[in-house]
Structures are given as C-alpha cells and as structure tokens.
C-alpha cells in the first residue's frame, strides 16, 4: 500500500523548534526522479509550498518566508523526508502536508500525506 504518514508537529512557542517527518511507504524515495515537498495550510489560505527538493541533484527551494529558519532533507536509508523548522513564528501555524512526485512509464504518481498541525503560539 502506499503511503505518505506525516509525524512531529505540535504546538510550540515562538521561537521554537520542530522537526516534521514523512515517511514513506509502498514506493521509494531513493529514486533519482523523486521531487519531495513540503505544504502547508493555514485556516482560510491556500495551500502554499514551503519547501522541495529532487533527487536527481540534490537541489532545494523554499518559500521565502521561511528561508533560512526551514531545511529539507531526506534520509534514503529509512525512505523519510524532514522539514527542520526553526525561529517558528506564529505566522507559521498550518497543517502541513509532504507531498512526493515521480513520473514512471508517462505515467505521473503524486503522493500526499494526511497532514500533521503545527501551532505556534505562546
């Protein structure tokens, strides 16, 4: 069965720290076609990227507001990817969603998790 189970979120103070997984299951993130984002919604906006990054070289983007206090990485070995977040924000809550694409035989799989809410708030 594949799937995409976000963990880690929380409430947390500003200034706080989290760390959101995702872990994968039913496909591997190993891929060299792989593109893993992170999402997120807050009530009453739209989804918005907060950060990706592909397989094949290794490349990230990032939301500008969350540029240089948020990092993505992934960790092959145990097909999960991360969203490290630092200096949180109270403009930082949403429940954010990891997200992962690849296009195999012409054919485009796109993967959501569920979710997982992340408060920051004092």
């Known amino acids: 069965q594949v799937q995409l189970v976000e963990s880690g979120g929380g409430l947390v103070q500003p200034g706080g720290s989290l760390r959101l997984s995702c872990a994968a299951s039913?496909?591997?993130?190993?891929?060299?076609?792989?593109?893993l984002r992170w999402y997120r919604q807050a009530p009453g906006k739209e989804r918005e990227l907060v950060a990706g990054?592909?397989?094949?070289?290794?490349?990230?983007v990032y939301a500008d507001s969350v540029k240089g206090r948020f990092t993505i990485s992934r960790d092959n070995a145990k097909n999960t990817m991360y969203l490290q977040m630092n200096s949180l924000q109270p403009e930082d809550t949403a429940i954010y969603y990891c997200?992962?694409?690849?296009?195999?035989?012409?054919?485009?799989?796109?993967?959501w998790g569920r979710g997982t809410q992340v408060t920051v708030s004092s």
């Open positions: 039913g496909f591997a993130f190993s891929r060299d076609d792989m593109r």
């Open positions: 990054i592909t397989t094949a070289d290794g490349s990230t």
């Open positions: 997200n992962a694409r690849y296009i195999a035989f012409l054919k485009v799989y796109d993967y």
